[in-house]
């Protein structure tokens, strides 16, 4: 069974900042992980696909890279909308597992 | 407008019984699977069960197994989860989840809004 490992669990930063978020799978999962967004009280959200695939509706400041067993998320300049918690979810190997998520908190 | 909403949540004492159902809208519901993933207070996004397009094949957790049954029902447009025997550690909002990739999208594109489930005496 693959582990997905994100880091930092929290990530403190300013709106108008860039955000890294870092998920590291523990085999290779070669480009099939996804992000989700969560925001309090809500349903995930998916924001990128096959790695580097923004989904449907979301805005070009949220990119992903990355292949193999590590992989990035990256939100070039926060909106007040964008602080929430992000998972990572492998689509390679069965179970399809989540990390266990990064929380965006406003500095 | 797609969307998934769930229904069946509540109040079960321990090794008491339940069933989630999760109507689905807006879409051709019965050319996707479908899945059920669930979340404990405070914690993060653990999957539980899925099951093809017809119904045919099914997969669960291994916190799951022998215990929880997925099915659906294509003509009424709704997926369901069968928990039996139900322990503390089942606590969870469970959320249902379109899989896309029969568009080609390899992750859960919907989700449906969720129902608390509190197993407690």
């Known amino acids: 069974e693959i582990v997905l490992t994100q880091s930092p669990a929290t990530l403190s930063l300013s709106p108008g900042e860039r955000a890294t978020l870092s998920c590291r799978a523990s085999?290779?999962?070669?480009?099939?992980l996804a992000w989700y967004q969560q925001k309090p009280g809500q349903a995930p959200r998916l924001l990128i696909y096959?790695?580097?695939n923004r989904a449907t509706g979301i805005p070009a400041r949220f990119s992903g890279s990355g292949s193999g067993t590590d992989f990035t998320l990256t939100i070039s300049s926060l909106e007040p909308e964008d602080f929430a918690v992000y998972y990572c979810q492998q689509r390679s190997n069965w179970p399809p597992a989540f990390g266990q998520g990064t929380r965006l908190e406003i500095k | 407008e797609v969307q998934l909403v769930e229904s069946g949540g509540g109040l079960v004492q321990p090794g008491g019984s339940l069933r989630l159902s999760c109507a689905a809208s807006g879409f051709t519901f019965s050319s996707y699977w479908m899945h059920w993933v669930r979340q404990a207070p405070g914690k993060g996004l653990v999957w539980v069960s899925r099951i093809n397009s017809d119904g045919s094949s099914t997969s669960y957790a291994d916190s799951v197994k022998g215990r929880f049954t997925i099915s659906r029902d294509n003509a009424k447009n709704t997926l369901y989860l069968q928990m039996n025997s139900l322990r503390a550690e089942d606590t969870a909002v469970y959320y249902c989840?379109?899989?896309?990739?029969?568009?080609?999208?390899?992750?859960?594109?919907?989700w449906g809004q969720g129902t608390m489930v509190t197993v407690s005496s």
């Open positions: 085999q290779s999962v070669s480009s099939y």
């Open positions: 989840a379109r899989d896309g990739n029969l568009q080609d999208v390899d992750a859960f594109d919907i």
């Open positions: 096959d790695a580097s």
